[in-house]
């Protein structure tokens, strides 16, 4: 069956550290977004893309985090430097929508940040 | 803005009775509601959704929700919850035919009593 990947699993790094994650979509979704959520409460979109191109980054905070999708493929969110507020689960989503086709978005399994 | 509540944080019911989560969306336009099971550590996983039609949904693993517009609500139900539905539950609300990001509701934790 096919997933959404994403790695690593767990992540521990330090203040004022750089640190990325990665998501491999599955195979043939265009659209491709990045959820944080934070302990406690449901996710928040961060970035959308469609294809290489995002389409909506208002959540995402620009001075420290950044998000590309070069080849349309898979994807890499980095935050630099982390903050402590950042400790959160990065959840990857994948979907395939097509005009006049309702469809629905397939979910990572996260990767756990943890700032110290 | 779109926006989900769920009133209950946490709800405990005993295996094998019934269950019903709470759900109350806010939206302008016809919305594309979903519910999300995830269990601790893990991912999203989809139990069912609404984009039009019979508004009484059927889902996997026994769950039902169902979309009463007049009452912006799409609550989630099951005849009889087993330990392994311990987990926490996410309503979401989509636009754009489902191509949009969602927006979700804080979960409600559901607990199961043996």
């Known amino acids: 069956e096919a997933e959404v990947a994403q790695s690593p699993r767990y992540k521990i790094t330090e203040k004022s550290q750089a640190v990325a994650f990665w998501c491999d979509p599955i195979?043939?979704?265009?659209?491709l977004y990045w959820y944080r959520q934070i302990l406690g409460q449901g996710p928040e979109l961060l970035v959308q893309?469609?294809?290489?191109?995002?389409?909506?980054d208002s959540q995402l905070p620009k001075d420290r985090f950044s998000a590309e999708r070069l080849k349309g493929v898979d994807s890499t969110l980095k935050i630099q430097p982390a903050e402590l507020g950042d400790s959160a689960m990065y959840l990857c989503?994948?979907?395939?929508?097509?005009?006049?086709?309702?469809?629905?978005?397939?979910f990572g399994q996260g990767t756990r940040l943890t700032v110290v | 803005a779109q926006s989900v509540t769920q009133p209950d944080i946490h709800i405990t019911v005993s295996e094998g009775a019934s269950l019903e989560l709470r759900c109350n969306y806010s939206y302008g336009a016809t919305p594309y509601l979903f519910w999300y099971v995830q269990s601790p550590g893990q991912g999203l996983q989809l139990l069912l959704k609404y984009f039009s039609g019979d508004t009484l949904v059927q889902g996997i693993k026994g769950f039902e929700a169902e979309f009463k517009r007049s009452q912006s609500s799409f609550n989630l139900r099951k005849p009889s919850v087993h330990w392994s539905d311990a987990a926490e539950y996410f309503c979401?609300?989509?636009?754009?035919?489902?191509?949009?990001?969602?927006?979700f509701g804080k979960g409600t934790h559901l607990i199961i009593q043996p």
């Open positions: 989503a994948s979907s395939s929508p097509k005009q006049g086709v309702n469809t629905e978005a397939f």
């Open positions: 893309f469609q294809d290489e191109s995002v389409v909506d």
């Open positions: 979401a609300v989509g636009t754009g035919g489902g191509a949009d990001g969602l927006t």
């Open positions: 195979s043939g979704h265009a659209t």
